[in-house]
């Protein structure tokens, strides 16, 4: 936490006046991913875990398939940069340099991933499924490593999760940041994606959603609201979307057949 937190001098004001004292701010920095030595990308991002951010962005984008296509990485922490060399060596294509589609994210979010509508080979096709009593205990288990958030309210948390338990998990100021750190590790430690369980802090775009279907993860979890795209694409793509889990509490927009609940029943319209 110490190199992703800083203490500085603030005028904390209340009703029963003013005081100064020190808080702790979460970090910002920039960091530069180079990719077969073609400057891709420059992101801001909390000061960790730069290789799982360059390598979960470059998977997440399609740019790489796997760890078989990673020949070298290295990471400048105290400059920010970091280098991937592919075993193919090839050159980004213009016209992918050329595509940079503004996210939504935080920490200036950029995708070369072009429109959504063009991911309809990412279908999920598992069959597993999961109580809704064992979500509700991964997302309290999920809350309670969110450290640097309950010291400073300053970053997002991401995590994969199977049905014991959490098996990645990091923090950075940008939501999509800390969703490609955790793809990033599972990359690199050859970790499969393809039954676990995606959970985030964030709203869940369409942006984030092509990230998980990257990496073929059947549902996603998240503490709040997805977008409408983002469920359009949940539904089209097999993935099953969960939003505002939060206690026992929870809302499946697409795919709820791997959510095992009570008797469903339908609450009549509003007159």
């Given amino acids: ?4 937190t800083r203490r500085l001098e603030i005028l904390r004001i209340s009703d029963t006046g003013a005081v100064k004292e020190r808080d702790l701010v ?19 991002c909390s000061p960790k875990d730069f290789e799982y951010l360059a390598v979960g962005f470059l998977f997440a984008e399609g740019l790489i398939t796997g760890k078989k296509d990673i020949k070298r990485i290295f990471a400048d922490n105290k400059d920010g940069v970091v280098w991937v060399e592919t ?35 990412l279908k999920a096709t598992s069959d597993s499924k999961i109580q809704a009593g064992r979500v509700a205990l991964l997302m309290k288990e999920f809350q309670e490593r969110s450290l640097i958030y309950r010291k400073t309210g300053g ?16 923090e950075d100021l940008g939501r999509h940041n800390a969703i490609d750190k955790i793809l990033g590790e599972c990359v ?13 802090s964030g709203r869940v775009s369409s942006d984030l959603l092509v990230k998980a279907a990257r990496a073929r993860i059947p549902v996603i979890v998240s503490r709040s609201a997805p977008t409408d795209l983002s469920v359009r694409l949940a539904r089209d793509l097999g993935i099953t979307l969960v939003g505002f889990a939060r206690g026992s509490r929870m809302n499946v927009y697409s795919n709820e057949r791997r959510i095992a609940a009570g008797p469903t029943t339908r609450r009549k319209a509003r007159r």
Avoid: Q, Y
């Avoid at 050329?98 to 979010?109: E, L, S, V």
């Fill in 26 to 44: 979460v970090r910002e920095a920039p960091v530069t991913i180079f990719l077969n030595d073609v400057d891709l990308v420059t992101l801001l």
């Fill in 87 to 121: 075993v193919d060596g090839k050159k980004p294509r213009d016209n992918i340099l050329a595509r940079r589609f503004i996210t939504t994210g935080c920490g200036k979010g950029l995708s070369f991933m072009g429109s959504p509508k063009h991911m309809k080979d």
């Fill in 155 to 170: 970053v997002h948390s991401a995590g994969l999760a199977n049905a014991r338990g959490i098996v990645a998990f990091n």
């Fill in 188 to 200: 690199l430690k050859g970790i499969k994606t393809d039954n676990l369980i995606l959970m985030t």
């Fill in 1 to 4: 936490m110490k190199d992703e």
